[in-house]
């Protein structure tokens, strides 16, 4: 049986790097926490995405703040999707505990309360800086996946952007693309029947009731000016640190198709904004999606293959992933073979598809001479978890149970005073809460309609005019020139002859 010692050389050497690191806490034998036998993550491969999972209350958002704070301090900007609205104590420190002090106190590190620069987003009502995008930004393809259209449907969608292109007609929200499937098939009918072939009307009213719906989801806020710019997430404060932007997500729960609206436009665009960084040494950007589930449930299998493509190409970009959820098989397995770093904090096993699931979740880790992983993902306590990365050649760590480090800042949220007195200290929120409403496709097709709508006006008032110009005729050369006089005058010129 392998002694303590060995496992102690086991850990450290599986967990060795040469380059920056993060240290998310010390490996556990049994109940025992080894001090001082760390377990770092190199910064260099943090870019191969993650999972963060566990049953409620099994300690997943004090890891991810702890993961999002170690990251800040390394100057390396962080993204939080807030589902839950717990993530907002990350600016203040925290008030420290004995019970904390104790804990670092087994794991080998000292303690020091911290606090972090955060800056607060939001795409819905909520108080914070507001992230728009373009419909024009979103494109065709990616506007078709969401609304989960038909071929005939996209091959629509694609022909009317390419109207707008050529006709310089902006799309900015989703009133301007209304705008432009109503012109379609009605004042518009036949003037892209000549240069683009016939649109089914059937079709445009397929489209506009699935936009409609997604704006009833709240997307009519999301879709505007003005656009977000991804640079902004990659700032950094004037002591180096990164800036950790908190989205709220809290009012958003039960609407599943806005949040993976947003969250497949925010890859999209980042992959196609940030330049290649090759095997860089660090990160540009780490994300956190939590409550990830909200974006794989009831996703069509075009939306899923889209995500699929992001993941396994942004990481070149220099931009890690990191799915927050209860199990991981929340995660489709396309995706979840994607991530390099596992996180798993206890699971709970009641019935027994539970400890099926239990089986099939041990199975996605390194087998191990020191863990009966099965049986420890039952017996975690709060606050410990089984951990697997890579090293900095790629290869995978050991696995090793963990005490993690306790957050540096506060583990609850801030005071309806202080989140206001944080809204305030943006040095973004003036420059994206404006409220835009540029001149575009809504406002330029009703003034062309308008225009129609008056020449065919000014037709009939014409025609008019030349029906009233020969009611107004002399009555008596109306009478003259008549059908009826003039068959009269020759049946009395005939008789006359005839005589």
Known sequence: MPTKNEFIDHINSGYATKGDYITLGAAMLGEETITNSFIKIPLKTINRHGLIAGA?????????QIFAENLSE???????????????????PSPGHPKIDERHEKIGLPFTAKNFPVEILTISKQNGTRLRATVSEFGPTLLSKILELSDVQSGIVAILFQYCD?????LLDLKDFKKVLQFATQDGKKELEVSYGRISTASTGSILRKIVALEQQGADLFFGERSFEVEDLTRIDENGRGIISILRLTDIQDK??????????????IYSTFPEQGDSDRPELVLFIDEAHLIF??????????????????????????????NPKDIPADVLSQLGLKIQHALRAFTAKDRKAIKLTAENYPDSSYYDTATELTQLGIGEA????????????????????????????????ELEDLLHLSRIAT?????????????????????????????????????????????????????????????????????
């Open 166 to 170: 050529d006709n310089k007609l902006p």
């Open 74 to 92: 390394n100057g390396i900007p962080v993204l939080l999707m807030d589902v839950k609205g717990d993530l907002s104590g990350l600016a203040k």
């Open 256 to 269: 599943p198709k806005l949040f993976s609206t947003f969250m497949l436009q925010l890859l999209a665009e």
């Open 56 to 64: 409620t209350g099994t300690g997943k958002t004090k890891t991810l």
């Open 431 to 499: 420059k994206y809460n404006e409220e835009i409403d540029s001149k575009s496709a809504y406002e330029i097709l009703n003034a062309k309609i308008e225009s129609i709508n008056n020449i065919e006006e000014v037709k009939t008032q014409q025609k008019k005019q030349k029906s009233t110009s020969r009611s107004r005729i002399n009555p008596i050369l109306k009478v003259v020139t008549s059908a009826t006089f003039i068959r009269g005058v020759f049946g009395i010129l005939n008789k006359v002859f005839k005589k």
């Open 386 to 417: 089984l951990v697997s990365a890579l090293s900095e050649k790629g290869r995978p760590t050991p696995l090793a149970k963990t005490m993690l480090r306790a957050p540096m800042s506060r583990m609850d949220i801030l005071s309806p005073k």
């Open 297 to 326: 449930d009831n996703a069509s299998k075009a939306l899923l293959d889209q995500i699929e493509s992001i993941v396994k190409l942004i990481r070149s970009k220099g931009i890690g992933i990191y799915f927050v959820t209860q």
